[in-house]
């Protein structure tokens, strides 16, 4: 009972921390519209700093700040890289076409793998990336064949958190999730706190300040679960849920955006998610 009990929890915090990220990025896809987007991702790390420095006051975890620093700072930089990127193509792509492109990122680490830690694909391995590739292109294809420099916003997102994930497996023994979090938070709130003190407009109205506030409270949380569920138990059965964003995100574009469902993405969706859970699983028990 323990341990289906320990399983019970881990699904709901992955799956939890997902949804959550869907979440900000649809609260994130909103207020691009009733204000700059630098400001929008100016909120999102400094109320998730406000948040993490609430939760350190109260829980007083122990983490190590000093462990693999420089690695550390590279990783919150390509976060924060990603979460700019990200913010601002939700402003010019459909939500949904941009994760599905945003599915790129294990194809990239699979291959960064392979090449600088001699992590050989399986054959098994390497027809599903491949099968993953194919449904992405299906499924964006019909919406996104647009030859404008506009792509260049939801490409980089997958190509800066393949890396971030790359990273993450170079420095693989470190047991300090929350120090990735808070070098983030912290980086992204800087960097951007500086840029909006010379370039803020002023929000048309108040409501504006809480939807900031719970932008930055939601990547905290999102952050915070699947930081929980990976020490529950691992990166690998944790990283299956990471498709049901596809879900979600097909979900909420219907209901708050309006976006109608399309038999091209639909099956496209629902390859990506087979196929990549397929991967995992195949690769991580050569793994094991």
Not at 110 to 125: C, E, P
Not at 244 to 271: A, E, H, M, R, Y
Request: glycine content about 6%; hydrophobic content about 55%; proline content about 4%.
């Amino acid at each position: 009972m323990p341990q289906q009990t320990s399983l019970i929890n881990v699904i709901l915090l992955a799956a939890g921390g997902f949804f959550m990220f869907v979440c900000m990025d649809s609260t994130a896809k909103y207020l691009g519209t009733v204000m700059p987007v630098t400001q929008g991702v100016w909120g999102r790390f400094f109320f998730h700093l406000v948040s993490l420095l609430i939760f350190f006051l109260i829980f007083r975890p122990k983490v190590n700040l000093k462990k693999n620093f420089k690695i550390q700072i590279i990783r919150s930089v390509l976060m924060v890289t990603a979460t700019f990127f990200m913010f601002h193509s939700l402003q010019k792509f459909d939500m949904l076409d941009i994760y599905v492109v945003f599915f790129t990122a294990p194809l990239i680490v699979s291959l960064l793998s392979a090449y600088f830690l001699k992590d050989v694909l399986t054959y098994k391995g390497i027809i599903l990336i491949l099968l993953s590739f194919l449904s992405i292109i299906y499924s964006v294809g019909p919406s996104m064949k647009i030859l404008s420099l506009d792509l260049i916003y939801p490409m980089i997102p997958p190509i800066c958190w393949a890396l971030y994930q790359f990273f993450t497996k170079v420095v693989s023994n470190d047991n300090e999730p929350f120090a990735a979090i808070f070098y983030t938070s912290i980086l992204g709130a800087i960097i951007f706190t500086i840029y909006i003190i010379f370039n803020w407009e002023p929000l048309e109205k108040n409501i504006y300040w809480l939807y900031l506030i719970l932008l930055g409270f939601a990547g905290f949380v999102s952050h915070s679960l699947i930081v929980y569920a990976i020490q529950l138990s691992n990166l690998s059965f944790v990283t299956n849920f990471q498709y049901s964003q596809l879900v979600w995100s097909t979900i909420i574009n219907f209901l708050i955006f309006g976006v109608p469902f399309d038999f091209n993405k639909i099956v496209g969706v629902i390859g990506i998610i087979i196929f990549g859970i397929m991967f995992i699983r195949t690769e991580g028990k050569k793994k094991s």
